[in-house]
């Protein structure tokens, strides 16, 4: 893509080493992001430095939730404020939430707390002591005018918390903590913004310039991202949640502007530093936590009119850019909270094609359209085609006195891409001969359109496939993806990359050297073509047609095509129904035979029965007198009764119940029995003797 | 001359066989009666078994069994009964009927358990 692009080359100093990064000033998603995170559930479980931290959030965002809060805030302040044993940090946030809250109180009130504070003032010394004290008297200051805040002996306010620094520009919480914090230098220098604003007197000089010396090297130690952003990470891990880079730039930036605010001396600051922590800042996007987001919100906010200067932000709306739809370079310019800038204009100076250090001067300047407040360029300059640059931009104040009040940050980098329709034309595909490279079959192709091509070879042939592809300019154009896929019938495939030269791209398959690779298998190809890129509008994935390919059989060795995998809904989709061959039955004679021959069988029964009607049996036997006789009927029954247990086992029973069940009428059978055959034999027996 | 010699002696043979039978008690009839009933009763089941097969085996020998069991049992009946049987003359017919009823009992147990 560089080759064949005619620039204006000149080499330019290396002065611009880091990356091209787009910052986006503030918008809605962090307006959401702040509704979002803070949610009060019943409002009186935050507390106050939560509600102060959401107060202020929605303050700086412009989301009015003032009413909303001010009812359950409200009364927990008041009742902070009056109570006269209230902690200094509490006392501290109720002032800030009220500053911003305005809830009912009145002067005496802070006259009482006023004068408390003031006692306390020379016992303090840790510094989050003093910086509740000051903080407080300071918050009382500019809630009311009535009562009068300003300190004796600022000086020596000056110097104890002075004391507490360290030769590399941090500070300590306390004088029993050795630790060092970035976080605590940024309240030390609140604080100490807070002393000189309340002093009766005017602090003494020298005193002030150790301290512009201790902020220059706090700056020295400032981290730096290659994007232009830098900030100050901090070391020790506190309790609180005050750790990491945004809350330790958050809170320098705040002591900086506050102290910057308080004194009307310059404190020598190059602008781009505080540009960069803009940058920082802006360049986390929208923070997932409230706390970090509240950091954020606030150092930006401090920024936006701090008065050492006021970073400006130059940002695109859109970085793609597409040929095809004759998009036009739109800039824009604002304060980091997305406010209005001076009078200014915007230069175009530079354009790099990415990945290569030649760059082509343009140096055009973007007319302004004051209706979208955006700096447009008309058309971009010819040699810019489809690809991936880096624009260099330069932002030019109107007014020079401007220039000691912004800071614009020299040149700016962002990367666009130019996107467009790559044109593909003569796309051909042809059989050719091995040997001497005669063409058998040549067959055009319309790559925008559909196209089934049907070819056949064998394996003393080869595939040559040429297309050309030109930007919308006309110059040749590299696509990040070439590639021509031949797949089996059986699932196997194999890809091959189109190489280019110049406009033209060609591949050649020569199959006799790839029937190993194919692993000899014969039959249909499905080819299919893919070219595509990231600036390229019809990037395409396309298939041409098949390819009949005869090769020859594989050898023992061969080896063996990789298993495709298995289609999961087949491997574990259901199965095919089982039918289950059972025995067929035997097969049962007709029910009428065998109804015929329980017929039959019971003929010999009826047999029997006449014939001991013909025999003349009688029942002269049987006992007349009623106790034999009931037993000689009750042995009659019990037989009746097992044989139709019997019955009834057969029908239904198991074994184990008809036993028990015989054994109790077997029992009684017994019985009965012996007693009816006793007396018959003792009746024989008689007749015998007899 | 000889057919019908042997013919003569046939008839004149169940003629005497006739008539020594007609000589038996009946208790004894009975019981011949009964174990003629029996017999014929599995004859019947084995014929049917021969027209259809012996699908139900556990059936049809249950059916047999139990009619030559129980033809059996009459068979040992008679001869503890029968008065003109030297061997048994001390034991009482009642007992020999307690026997056989008890017995026909058991066999039959047996029998309806392996009808199925």
Same mark, same amino acid.
């Given at each position: 893509?560089?080759?064949?692009?005619?620039?204006?080359?000149?080499?330019?100093?290396?002065?611009?080493?880091? #990356?091209?990064?787009?910052?986006?000033?503030?918008?809605?998603?962090?307006?959401?992001?702040?509704?979002?995170?803070?949610?009060?559930?019943?409002?009186?479980?935050?507390?106050?430095?939560?509600?102060?931290?959401?107060?202020?959030?929605?303050?700086?965002?412009?989301?009015?939730?003032?009413?909303?809060?001010?009812?359950?805030?409200?009364?927990?302040?008041?009742?902070?404020?009056?109570?006269?044993?209230?902690?200094?940090?509490?006392?501290?946030?109720?002032?800030?939430?009220?500053?911003?809250?305005?809830?009912?109180?009145?002067?005496?009130?802070?006259?009482?707390?006023?004068?408390?504070?003031?006692?306390?003032?020379?016992? &303090?010394? $840790?510094?989050?002591?003093?910086?509740?004290?000051?903080?407080?008297?300071?918050?009382? @200051?500019?809630?009311?005018?009535?009562? #009068?805040?300003?300190?004796?002996?600022?000086?020596?306010?000056?110097?104890?918390?002075?004391?507490?620094?360290?030769?590399?520009?941090?500070?300590?919480?306390?004088?029993?903590?050795?630790?060092?914090? *970035?976080?605590?230098?940024?309240? &030390?220098?609140?604080?100490?913004?807070?002393?000189?604003?309340?002093?009766?007197?005017?602090? #003494?000089?020298?005193?002030?310039?150790?301290?512009?010396?201790?902020?220059?090297?706090?700056?020295?130690?400032?981290?730096?991202?290659?994007?232009? $952003?830098?900030?100050?990470?901090?070391?020790?891990?506190?309790?609180? +949640?005050?750790? +990491?880079?945004?809350?330790?730039?958050?809170?320098?930036?705040?002591?900086?502007?506050?102290?910057?605010?308080?004194?009307?001396? $310059?404190?020598?600051?190059?602008?781009?530093?505080?540009?960069?922590?803009?940058?920082?800042?802006?360049?986390?996007?929208?923070?997932?936590?409230?706390?970090?987001?509240?950091?954020?919100?606030?150092?930006?906010?401090?920024?936006?009119?701090?008065?050492?200067?006021?970073?400006?932000?130059?940002?695109?709306?859109?970085?793609?850019?597409?040929?095809?739809?004759?998009?036009?370079?739109?800039?824009?310019?604002?304060?980091?909270?997305?406010?209005?800038?001076?009078?200014?204009?915007?230069?175009?100076?530079?354009?790099?094609?990415?990945?290569?250090?030649?760059?082509?001067?343009?140096?055009?300047?973007?007319?302004?359209?004051?209706?979208?407040?955006?700096?447009?360029?008309?058309?971009?300059?010819?040699?810019?085609?489809?690809?991936?640059?880096?624009?260099?931009?330069?932002?030019?104040?109107?007014?020079?006195?401007?220039? @000691?009040?912004?800071?614009?940050?020299? %040149?700016?980098?962002?990367?666009?891409?130019?996107?467009?329709?790559?044109?593909?034309?003569?796309?051909?595909?042809?059989?050719?001969?091995?040997?001497?490279?005669?063409?058998?079959?040549? @067959?055009?192709?319309?790559?925008?359109?559909?196209?089934?091509?049907?070819?056949?070879?064998?394996?003393?042939?080869?595939?040559?496939?040429?297309?050309?592809?030109?930007?919308?300019?006309? %110059?040749?154009?590299?696509?990040?993806?070439?590639?021509?896929?031949?797949?089996?019938?059986?699932?196997?495939?194999?890809?091959?990359?189109?190489?280019?030269?110049?406009?033209?791209?060609?591949?050649?398959?020569?199959?006799?050297?790839?029937?190993?690779?194919?692993?000899?298998?014969?039959?249909?190809?499905?080819?299919?073509?893919?070219?595509?890129?990231?600036?390229?509008?019809?990037?395409?994935?396309?298939?041409?047609?098949?390819?009949?390919?005869?090769?020859?059989?594989?050898?023992?060795?061969?080896?063996?095509?990789?298993?495709?995998?298995?289609?999961?809904? $087949?491997?574990? +989709?259901?199965?095919?129904?089982?039918?289950?061959?059972?025995?067929?039955?035997?097969?049962?004679?007709?029910?009428?035979?065998?109804?015929?021959?329980?017929?039959?069988?019971?003929?010999?029964?009826?047999?029997?029965?006449?014939?001991?009607?013909?025999?003349?049996?009688?029942?002269?036997?049987?006992?007349?007198?009623?106790?034999?006789?009931?037993?000689?009927?009750?042995?009659?029954?019990?037989?009746?009764?097992?044989?139709?247990?019997?019955?009834?086992?057969?029908?239904?029973?198991?074994?184990? *119940?008809?036993?028990?069940?015989?054994?109790?009428?077997?029992?009684?059978?017994?019985?009965?029995?012996?007693?009816?055959?006793?007396?018959?034999?003792? *009746?024989?027996?008689?007749?015998?003797?007899? | 001359?000889?057919?019908?010699?042997?013919?003569?002696?046939?008839?004149? =043979?169940?003629?005497?066989?006739?008539?020594?039978?007609?000589?038996?008690?009946? !208790?004894?009839?009975?019981?011949?009666?009964?174990?003629?009933?029996?017999?014929?009763?599995?004859?019947?089941?084995?014929?049917?078994?021969?027209?259809?097969?012996?699908?139900?085996?556990?059936?049809?020998?249950?059916?047999?069994?139990?009619?030559?069991?129980?033809?059996?049992?009459?068979?040992?009946?008679?001869?503890?009964?029968?008065?003109? !049987?030297?061997?048994?003359?001390?034991?009482?017919?009642?007992?020999?009927?307690?026997?056989?009823?008890?017995?026909?009992?058991?066999?039959? =147990?047996?029998?309806? !358990?392996?009808?199925?």
């Amino acid at each position: 893509m560089a080759r064949g692009l005619r620039f204006l080359v000149l080499i330019l100093s290396v002065a611009s080493i880091c #990356d091209a990064a787009t910052f986006n000033p503030i918008s809605d998603s962090h307006r959401s992001a702040a509704l979002e995170l803070f949610t009060p559930t019943d409002g009186s479980l935050k507390s106050l430095e939560e509600t102060f931290e959401a107060l202020r959030t929605f303050e700086v965002l412009g989301i009015d939730k003032k009413s909303e809060i001010k009812g359950y805030t409200c009364p927990t302040v008041v009742d902070t404020l009056w109570s006269p044993s209230s902690a200094l940090k509490d006392l501290f946030q109720a002032l800030r939430v009220n500053g911003v809250l305005k809830c009912e109180l009145n002067d005496e009130v802070f006259a009482g707390i006023a004068s408390r504070l003031k006692d306390n003032v020379k016992d &303090a010394n $840790s510094l989050l002591d003093l910086h509740y004290l000051i903080g407080s008297l300071k918050l009382i @200051k500019g809630q009311t005018a009535e009562v #009068d805040v300003h300190l004796e002996d600022a000086d020596g306010i000056f110097r104890a918390i002075k004391a507490l620094s360290q030769s590399d520009g941090r500070w300590r919480f306390s004088s029993n903590n050795p630790e060092s914090s *970035t976080y605590a230098a940024g309240i &030390a220098l609140e604080t100490l913004a807070g002393v000189v604003a309340l002093a009766s007197h005017d602090i #003494d000089q020298s005193l002030m310039d150790t301290l512009k010396q201790d902020i220059l090297k706090l700056f020295d130690g400032i981290e730096r991202y290659d994007d232009g $952003s830098c900030y100050f990470d901090e070391k020790l891990v506190d309790a609180q +949640g005050n750790w +990491g880079p945004v809350s330790a730039s958050s809170s320098i930036v705040r002591g900086l502007t506050s102290f910057a605010t308080s004194t009307p001396e $310059s404190l020598n600051l190059p602008g781009d530093r505080i540009l960069c922590l803009a940058k920082f800042f802006l360049g986390i996007g929208v923070p997932g936590n409230f706390k970090d987001l509240y950091h954020q919100i606030d150092a930006l906010a401090s920024l936006e009119n701090n008065r050492i200067s006021i970073p400006l932000i130059l940002s695109l709306p859109s970085s793609v850019l597409s040929v095809t739809r004759k998009d036009q370079l739109k800039v824009r310019v604002n304060t980091v909270l997305g406010s209005a800038v001076p009078p200014l204009s915007v230069k175009l100076m530079q354009i790099f094609t990415s990945g290569s250090k030649d760059a082509s001067i343009i140096d055009q300047e973007l007319k302004f359209d004051p209706e979208t407040k955006l700096h447009v360029l008309d058309a971009l300059p010819e040699n810019v085609d489809v690809g991936k640059y880096t624009f260099t931009f330069e932002i030019l104040l109107h007014d020079p006195e401007h220039k @000691k009040i912004y800071a614009t940050g020299g %040149r700016t980098k962002v990367s666009v891409y130019v996107t467009g329709v790559v044109n593909i034309d003569q796309a051909e595909i042809a059989i050719l001969d091995s040997d001497l490279g005669n063409v058998e079959t040549k @067959k055009r192709l319309d790559l925008t359109g559909e196209n089934t091509i049907a070819l056949s070879a064998n394996h003393l042939q080869k595939l040559r496939l040429t297309f050309q592809l030109t930007t919308p300019f006309g %110059r040749a154009f590299k696509p990040h993806q070439a590639f021509l896929r031949l797949r089996h019938e059986s699932g196997v495939e194999h890809i091959f990359l189109v190489r280019s030269s110049g406009k033209n791209f060609e591949i050649t398959l020569d199959f006799l050297g790839l029937v190993e690779k194919f692993f000899y298998l014969s039959g249909r190809y499905d080819i299919q073509l893919t070219v595509g890129d990231s600036v390229m509008e019809n990037s395409f994935l396309q298939p041409l047609g098949y390819l009949d390919l005869d090769l020859p059989d594989a050898p023992e060795k061969a080896a063996r095509p990789p298993p495709q995998p298995v289609d999961s809904s $087949s491997k574990y +989709g259901p199965r095919a129904e089982i039918t289950h061959i059972f025995r067929s039955p035997d097969k049962r004679p007709p029910t009428e035979l065998s109804f015929a021959f329980l017929g039959l069988v019971l003929l010999p029964l009826g047999g029997f029965l006449i014939g001991l009607l013909l025999l003349r049996v009688n029942l002269r036997n049987f006992p007349s007198s009623t106790l034999p006789a009931f037993f000689a009927i009750s042995f009659h029954i019990g037989i009746a009764a097992v044989l139709s247990l019997y019955v009834v086992f057969w029908l239904k029973l198991d074994l184990f *119940t008809t036993l028990k069940a015989l054994g109790i009428l077997g029992i009684s059978l017994m019985f009965t029995g012996h007693r009816t055959l006793s007396y018959l034999a003792s *009746t024989s027996a008689k007749l015998k003797s007899a | 001359m000889a057919r019908s010699s042997t013919a003569k002696d046939a008839q004149a =043979l169940i003629q005497s066989l006739r008539s020594a039978y007609a000589a038996t008690p009946t !208790n004894l009839k009975i019981i011949d009666l009964y174990i003629i009933f029996a017999v014929s009763t599995a004859l019947i089941q084995v014929v049917y078994m021969a027209l259809v097969g012996s699908f139900p085996f556990n059936s049809f020998l249950s059916g047999v069994l139990s009619c030559v069991g129980t033809a059996v049992l009459a068979v040992c009946l008679r001869i503890q009964v029968n008065k003109e !049987n030297k061997e048994f003359k001390d034991l009482p017919p009642e007992r020999a009927f307690a026997d056989f009823v008890l017995c026909n009992l058991v066999l039959h =147990l047996v029998i309806m !358990n392996f009808l199925g």
